[in-house]
């Protein structure tokens, strides 16, 4: 029962353009959410978070958008850079736990 | 700098022996550490929170004597896979409940 759904496996974008991720989540208790990137053989690198009271939050290159009633959030990224080029993980924490439940991820590709 | 170290980074050990590996929490305190583990071109698991002075909780699938959790103190969670088998080959993350932060990760392969 895949609770974080991914649904895109790869994504490729030319540089300098705008990367939108998506990330769907199918239980309502959850309500902090949190993307990030990820190299094989590293552990994944905090990118931004998101609590269910906001719809919004943007922190430099990064903008991470929450949908509660369609259960969906997405990243965006612009200007997207090479070094943007990873794996990206959504995750969904349930109310008052810190248990992070992770999506299938999406692989980025940013062509120079 | 890093705020959660994992040690070791790679090991490779032979069918049936037991693995241990550390996660530190560097200058904070951590009375909450989670315990994944990643499939190649997989998504991460979370395998069981481990609480400081008490039993690991394991999530629904994952044997409790198998993936042995200690969190002796506020600075080092263990896990020790215990008869390792090939099919536990894996990289395996710790986090701890302080901000989002995760160790870099431990290979285990098992031959």
């Known amino acids: 029962d895949q609770q974080v759904k991914q649904n895109s496996p790869s994504l490729s974008v030319q540089e300098g353009r705008i990367s939108i991720l998506n990330c769907d989540y199918t239980?309502?208790?959850?309500?902090?959410f949190l993307w990030y990137k990820k190299y094989p053989a590293e552990g994944p690198t905090f990118l931004i978070s998101i609590s269910s009271i906001k719809d919004k939050n943007e922190d430099g290159r990064f903008t991470v958008f929450l949908n509660k009633s369609a259960k969906h959030l997405s990243l965006h990224i612009v200007p997207s850079q090479p070094g943007d080029s990873a794996v990206y993980f959504c995750?969904?924490?349930?109310?008052?736990?810190?248990?992070?439940?992770f999506g299938t991820g999406t692989r980025l590709k940013v062509l120079a | 700098g890093a705020v959660v170290s994992q040690h070791p980074s790679r090991v490779i050990c032979k069918s049936g022996t037991s693995v241990k590996i550390e996660c530190r929490s560097l200058d904070f305190q951590a009375t909450t550490m989670f315990w994944y583990r990643q499939f190649p071109k997989k998504s991460l698991m979370l395998m069981a929170t481990s609480n400081e002075g008490s039993k690991a909780t394991y999530e629904q699938g994952v044997e409790k004597d198998k993936f042995l959790i200690n969190h002796a103190s506020l600075t080092l969670s263990t896990l020790t896979v215990t008869s390792a088998h090939p099919e536990d080959s894996s990289f395996y993350i710790c986090?701890?409940?302080?901000?989002?932060?995760f160790g870099p990760g431990t290979r285990l392969t098992v031959t």
């Open positions: 239980n309502s208790m959850f309500d902090y």
């Open positions: 995750a969904a924490s349930p109310s008052g736990t810190y248990k992070y439940i």
């Open positions: 986090r701890t409940s302080y901000e989002q932060y």
